[in-house]
T-cell receptor
Framework: EADIYQTPRYLVIGTGKKITLECSQT?????MYWYQQDPGMELHLIHY???????EKGDLSSESTVSRIRTEHFPLTLESARPSHTSQYLC????????????FGPGTRLTVL | RKEVEQDPGPFNVPEGATVAFNCTYS??????FFWYRQDCRKEPKLLMS???SGNEDGRFTAQLNRASQYISLLIRDSKLSDSATYLC??????????FGKGTMLLVSP
């Protein structure tokens, strides 16, 4: 079973607020990912990291930013939340190399009013 | 053509039935494939990995046809607890994955 954690699980916040979604994993995985998923829709990759100090943008353009200062921690920040940011945000990690399987955290369901 | 295509369903089957889902992918260079299960409003969970022609785990069998670029998932003896959305996933390379929209399965008593 994967050991990957996300907080908060649910967040309701007003427009214009700055928010940080936390993601941590205890498996020592080098690779970490952030996905966005709307109800009934597919997952879209918004950010990923190959290791400490590495961050890349994913397939879906996002106004969020990420950082990777420690292997186990990959937070996502929105400087000014808008209603269009309302979605589920899923964090994942993988061992990489010959094992690309990704393991997901429980997600953060974000609602921006 | 979408990178990964799946029939969204829903597939409605009775308990005990055998059901199969297909998935097609566009990148012929893809080397590894996965099936994930996602329950409503939950995170995806890895069900099976497919690195060669196929894989079997209990009631679940995945098969890969590289020539036709499709992957299938067969579920035998369906249980009520199998009701979920099944995501077909393709490795794009460099450990990034492309997820299909999923196929919904509803197993009824």
């Amino acid at each position: 079973e994967a050991d990957i954690y996300q907080t908060p699980r649910y967040l309701v916040i007003g427009t214009g607020k700055k928010i940080t979604l936390e993601c941590s994993q205890t498996m020592g995985h080098d690779k970490m990912y952030w996905y966005q998923q709307d109800p009934g829709m597919e997952l879209h990759l918004i950010h990923y990291s190959y290791g400490v100090n590495s961050t890349e943008k994913g397939d879906l353009s996002s106004e969020s930013t990420v950082s990777r200062i420690r292997t186990e921690h990959f937070p996502l920040t929105l400087e000014s939340a808008r209603p269009s940011h309302t979605s589920q945000y899923l964090c994942a990690s993988s061992e990489g190399g010959g094992r690309p399987e990704q393991f997901f955290g429980p997600g953060t369901r974000l609602t921006v009013l | 053509r979408k990178e990964v295509e799946q029939d969204p369903g829903p597939f409605n089957v009775p308990e005990g039935a055998t059901v199969a889902f297909n998935c097609t992918y566009s990148n012929s260079a893809s080397q590894s494939f996965f099936w994930y299960r996602q329950d409503c409003r939950k995170e995806p969970k890895l069900l099976m990995s497919v690195y060669s022609s196929g894989n079997e785990d209990g009631r679940f069998t995945a098969q890969l046809n590289r020539a036709s670029q499709y992957i299938s998932l067969l579920i035998r003896d369906s249980k009520l607890s199998d009701s979920a959305t099944y995501l077909c996933v393709v490795n794009k390379g460099y450990s990034t994955l492309t997820f299909g929209k999923g196929t919904m399965l509803l197993v009824s008593p």
